[in-house]
């Protein structure tokens, strides 16, 4: 089991900026990739970043160019930057990780955390 600690998120004006962490608890576990998921009401859950080991990363089309996903490998942290925030990336945001333990995967969901743009 990885257990992920979500922290950040809040309410801020369109145009503001928020960052989120999450940290994974050690374990037994190998963590391949990182990642942020939101889901918004009414609405799927959908990816808005993740990094893989290497620093290969991947970002919904929405949030390309405002959001920055980064990880500190050292403490098994990854963090979502957000910036020029709109209304709708009003959402909970989920903090997620790819793990393995040998040739089994699997992967994890943080508490989730909401984040509310409005004026």
């Known amino acids: 089991q990885v257990q992920l600690v979500q922290s950040g998120g809040g309410l801020v004006q369109p145009g503001g900026s928020l960052r989120l962490s999450c940290a994974a608890s050690d374990s037994a576990f190998n963590i391949n990739a990182m990642g942020w998921d939101r889901q918004a009401p009414g609405k799927e859950r959908e990816l808005v970043a993740s990094?893989?080991?290497?620093?290969?990363?991947n970002y919904a089309d929405s949030v390309k160019g405002r959001f920055t996903i980064s990880r500190d490998y050292a403490k098994n942290t990854v963090y979502l930057q957000m910036n020029s925030l709109k209304p709708e990336d009003t959402a909970v945001y989920y903090c997620?990780?790819?793990?393995?333990?040998?040739?089994?995967?699997?992967?994890?969901w943080g508490q989730g955390t909401q984040v509310t743009v409005s004026s």
């Open positions: 990094m893989r080991n290497g620093g290969t990363t």
């Open positions: 997620n990780t790819d793990a393995s333990d040998g040739d089994v995967r699997y992967t994890f």
